[in-house]
């Protein structure tokens, strides 16, 4: 059963509510729980058996800015420094209005999260993640977004949220006048459930796991393993088309360049950020590290047989170890340990004069260019001369999250094509335009979670004024 839109009103004696919210992610969790802390019944429609989504598969690390934490542990910040970061790393591309609304709601957000709900955060020290001018990623204690998601569900459903899980949305009713007045949902057993609402948010998915959306919108991607959720299907998008409603920054994703194969897990940026360096097949370094992740997905996928291989050492193994995603990886058998330089290159199938080189390179060869521009970039030099034993892991690139979507305005409001905003039907996470541009290079780290986060905070407290009015 596809996404469809439908003309009318769902039956009268389909049960009411005046907010529905798709989705039961970091995004429509965090939706639910501003609502219920205002007052406002709701009820979350979650197509898994228990709430998951993209922030269950990601790191779970909260970028923002002028939180009590970082307040505490003497950073100092800000909403306007934080925006200025965003729009560094997508080269002023990003939505302005989304990138100041979003910096300015995320910091109180968290401090709502810990002081009112007692979820802990902490900020992550030793090391800066790509892009960001200072230490401001928040994450649970556990540093996983299963946890995160799992902290979430707890506190809304102790405010009084409504999880409907297994219960998938294929309908949204919507009246001549173009106001949403329902939903339908699909149940396991084939039954399509309806309710009514009074404001519709859409915190669903993006289209990473829809193959055709990929082929039409990321063609560079088409080819590239999905990581991602497989919730995102692409039905915010298609109900967004029939709706007529506007849609924006399609060529946005989060790519990540470290995936290990086969073992299919995530590793943590923080071996590229501390001195860790990637080879291809031939031995050789072919893209600046620190410039970030999702990029790097591409320059991954433009090498040999489209793989890498992770490169670090003693020090930098110790601190992936603080990560429980890259401890599962090492517990599958993603890490190998090489005893000196011949080790390693024999494990890479490259010359050894080629590993030896690995600590020497600062600049592209003349010969070699940026994946992505098409020019000659620098590459960041090797802060320190990595040291046997070496460690590597075999990764390949893969897509985690698309970044476009409907086109919201900083209420997040759904945008007609003529830019004027439907009456009650809002979005936000991966279901709407997010702060990353238009393209990979774009992705400054955490612009997902921020998105979700702050936006489903923020049209929470839309919808709510909607409902009230």
Sequence with gaps: MNPAVRTGTPAPDAPHIPV?????????????????????ECVLLERDAQPSGSTALSSGFIPAAGTAMQQAAGIQDSPAQFAADIQAKAHGTAAAHLVAAFSARIGAALDTLQARHGITFEVLDGFLYPGHSVRRMHAVPQKTGAALVAQLERVATAAGA?????????ELWVDRAGRITGVGYERPDGRVEQLRCDALILACNGFGGNPAMVRELLPEMVDALFAGHTGNDGSAIAWGRSLGARLADLGGYQGHGSWAIPQGALITWAVMMEGGVQLNARGERFHDETEGYSEAAVHVLAQPGGVAWDVFDGPILALARGFPD?????????LKTCADAPALAALIGCATEKIIA????????????????GVNAPRAGVRRPLLPPYYAIKVTGALFHTQGGLDIDARCRVLRADGTPFANLLAAGGAARGVSGNAVWGYLSGNGLLSAVAGGAIAAETAKGMVNA
Aim: glycine letters at 10%.
């Design 20 to 40: 529905a919210i798709v989705g039961a992610g970091a995004c429509g969790l965090v939706a639910a729980l501003t609502l219920r802390d205002a007052g406002v």
């Design 162 to 170: 409504d999880i409907v899980t297994q219960a998938t949305v294929r």
């Design 326 to 334: 890259f401890c599962a990886a090492e517990a599958a058998g993603a």
């Design 358 to 373: 690995m600590n020497d390179l600062s600049t592209l060869g003349n010969d070699q260019k940026d994946s992505i521009n």
